[in-house]
Nanobody, 120 residues
Framework: QVQLEESGGGLVQAGGSLRLSCAAS????????MGWYRQAPGKQRELVAS???????DYADSVKGRFTISRDNAENTVYLQMNSLKPEDTAVYYC??????????????WGQGTQVTVSS
């Protein structure tokens, strides 16, 4: 089994910063893409940012220029640096990873979610 352990959520004022971390552990052969999703009450879960194992990134338009996704392949960890936070960034943030548990077996794993609340 693979586990994704998230940390870094919390309460911050508008304009502030937070850094989310997500570390994968377990029976890992390799990790493909990793990403962060978020879901606000009454809204669909949306992709915030993703990063491939080669470092290619993708961002939601709403966070471009403010958020930065990065990863440490040696530590199987993905980060989301969130700057210039806005109240509309308030959501539960979920870590996501495509993990090979063997050379030909890829499964998608999710973290349990961490609350990010941005106050005005």
């Amino acid at each position: 089994q693979v586990q994704l352990e998230e940390s870094g959520g919390g309460l911050v004022q508008a304009g502030g910063s937070l850094r989310l971390s997500c570390a994968a552990s377990g029976s890992i052969f390799s990790i493909n893409a990793m990403g962060w999703y978020r879901q606000a009450p009454g809204k669909q879960r949306e992709l915030v940012a993703s990063i491939t194992n080669r470092g290619n990134t993708d961002y939601a338009d709403s966070v471009k220029g403010r958020f930065t996704i990065s990863r440490d392949n040696a530590e199987n960890t993905v980060y989301l640096q969130m700057n210039s936070l806005k109240p509309e960034d308030t959501a539960v943030y979920y870590c996501n990873a495509g993990v090979f548990t063997s050379p030909l077996r890829l499964n998608i794993y999710w973290g349990q979610g961490t609350q990010v609340t941005v106050s005005s």
